[in-house]
């Protein structure tokens, strides 16, 4: 039993800080309506810039700067789009590319940093719970505190004029145009902020497992995407908080079947293809729940027929 519940635990606090990246996704892709496939890239100056930062002994600073710089990458990822002219798409494929050499120069020239005796939050955390019944959940109060402070943000923000002029361009940059608003502005916006969701996650994975790879945000976008799908099937409509919510759940749904596969000694080169197929089934299964009653009709017009 304590093998589960520590399985479950594992898949909760991977689910929680990752969440943080399809948090970013759900601004980006679901109300600003923008695919950034910089994701991977700024995953990992995330990690690596907060890395860098802890190990020169500010682990509360690695934080902010993670954010920092995963603000700079959505800023060059929008300008791409909204003042050179380059699709969204394209742009974000571009970046991506450009943030492995960037990481790779950020991490000394190395493609692993150890933080094995360096603090960081984590540590802090434990330090300060310890001898109490917490200590072994500082990972876990972390990512979640975490969590509710994003989900808490962008509640309040997309709420706010700003955050209002954003969801629109999402739905109708046209409109949005012709309102006196300025659709690039809303975009750079929308995309800075999301990004720093972005680094915050990869900052407090990394820190959490105590290392750095130059490939630990390899398939985040795609993670992120399948997390975000999941989350919208359950909570398809309501309100911000609400869908915001759904998709942290959809994160932790992911995380576990993850932790499911690995537990029945799935090769680790497979978890790619398990990532792939709940994608597909994410985005099948709401289609299938809405063109059912047609196959339903199509099927009993068969069966007359036949008659």
């Not at 898949?11 to 990246?21: F, I, Q, V």
């Not at 791409?80 to 798409?89: E, R």
């Not at 120069?105 to 493609?111: V, W």
Request: with cysteine; glycine share 10%.
């Amino acid at each position: 039993m304590s093998i589960y519940l520590s399985l479950g635990q594992t898949a909760l606090e991977l689910g929680l800080m990752c969440s943080l990246t399809v948090l970013a996704l759900f601004l980006s892709y679901s109300m600003l309506n923008v695919c950034d496939l910089s994701t991977d890239g700024c995953f990992t100056l995330g990690a690596a810039v907060g890395a860098v930062v802890a190990l020169s002994g500010h682990p509360i600073l690695s934080i902010f700067a993670a954010m920092l710089a995963g603000m700079c990458s959505g800023f060059i990822t929008a300008l791409m789009q909204t003042k050179m002219g380059i699709d969204s798409l394209l742009s974000g494929i571009i970046v991506n590319t450009g943030l492995y050499s960037i990481n790779i120069a950020i991490m000394g020239g190395s493609s692993l940093l150890n933080m094995n005796k360096t603090t960081t939050v984590f540590t802090m955390v434990k330090d300060l719970l310890k001898d109490t019944p917490l200590a072994s959940m500082s990972v876990l109060i972390v990512a979640l505190l975490a969590v509710i402070l994003v989900v808490v943000f962008l509640n309040f923000f997309l709420k706010t004029r700003l955050g209002l002029a954003i969801r629109a361009t999402g739905n109708n940059p046209d409109m949005v145009k012709s309102s006196s608003i300025d659709p690039a502005f809303t975009t750079i916006i929308g995309l800075c902020v999301a990004n720093a969701f972005t680094g915050l996650s990869g900052v407090l994975l990394s820190q959490s497992q105590k290392s750095v790879d130059i490939n630990i945000g390899q398939g985040m976008v795609t993670m992120a995407l399948a997390s975000l799908l999941i989350g919208g099937t359950i909570v398809a409509r309501g309100s911000i908080m609400k869908r915001a919510m759904g998709v942290v759940l959809g994160s932790f749904i992911f995380r576990l079947v993850y932790t499911i596969a690995l537990r029945f000694h799935m090769p680790a080169f497979m978890l790619k293809l398990v990532s792939s197929v709940i994608v597909v089934l994410a985005i099948f299964l709401p289609y299938l729940k809405k063109q059912w009653p047609n196959i339903q009709r199509r099927m009993n017009h068969g069966k007359k027929g036949g008659r």
